[in-house]
């Protein structure tokens, strides 16, 4: 049974930050309603993230009394902090949990580079080095080739005021001609904006991790509309 506002489908997102909501909201197709818990994230270093995973089970037992369609882990570096095949870890603890299907960040990155045939990219992100490390190590034995990985050094929620232009800015600075795509990594980003302008100024595919998300998250359950100004994804 669905709900009146989620006639077509409810996602279920547990996050750490609220700039993941405000993104889905925006851009979520008719029909679609979102449904989110928090995770308390006291520290976006490895220490924190790990902190955090300790309130998946709760956040998914509360997504479940909604009712929803099917629950997604919005966090990046969460979803692959404990190093390859933690992604697979968290989905199926949540699915055991529920019995609801279950997506992450990370996964939703990866089936994103599969759909576009993406094999090399370059990767901007705000976090520190400590984070920038394990996401190429994880990227890398997920078969995916980094060609750089620059981040802005933030350890903390200020993450979500890092203004658009900024990280516009760093992935023209870092931009690599031999790249497939450009990963804008980090579910905190509030960077649906400048995707098109990207793509047209570099002419390659731009991924984030919000936008990945929310992609994988409407495929899984069958909703298949493309939505126009989100890139080269919503275009297949």
């Known amino acids: 049974m669905h709900s009146v506002y989620g006639w077509r489908g409810t996602i279920g997102i547990m996050t750490p930050g609220t700039s993941q909501q405000v993104e889905f909201h925006r851009k979520v197709p008719d029909g679609i309603a979102i449904c989110t818990t928090l995770l308390p994230l006291k520290s976006a270093n490895k220490e924190g993230l790990i902190e955090m995973s ?8 509360l997504l479940a009394q909604q009712r929803v369609d099917i629950i997604m882990f919005v966090c990046t570096t969460g979803s692959l ?12 603890q949540i699915e055991k949990r529920t019995n609801i299907p279950a997506i992450t960040t990370t996964t939703s990155v990866l089936e ?33 080739t ?25 992935v023209k600075e870092q931009f690599d001609p031999k790249a497939d795509a450009v990963f804008i990594s980090c579910t905190g980003l509030c960077v649906f904006d400048i995707i098109e302008p990207l793509e047209i100024d570099l ?11 929310l992609w ?15 890139g080269r994804l919503f275009r297949i």
Request: aromatic share 6%; proline share 3%; no cysteine.
């Open 54 to 61: 300790n309130y998946i089970e709760t956040s998914a037992d």
């Open 81 to 92: 902090i404990k190093g390859i095949g933690y992604d697979q870890d968290i989905i199926k």
């Open 112 to 144: 994103a580079f599969k759909a576009l045939d993406i094999k090399k990219i370059f990767v901007v992100t705000p976090y520190i080095d400590e984070l920038n490390i394990a996401e190429k190590d994880f990227l890398e034995k997920s078969g995916i």
């Open 146 to 170: 980094v060609l750089s990985i620059k981040g802005l050094g933030i350890g903390d929620q200020s993450i979500q005021d890092v203004n658009p232009s900024v990280i516009y800015r760093l």
């Open 203 to 213: 002419q390659i595919p731009v991924i984030t991790s919000v936008q990945a998300s």
């Open 216 to 230: 994988h998250g409407l495929r899984k359950i069958n909703v298949l509309q493309k939505i126009n100004d989100l």
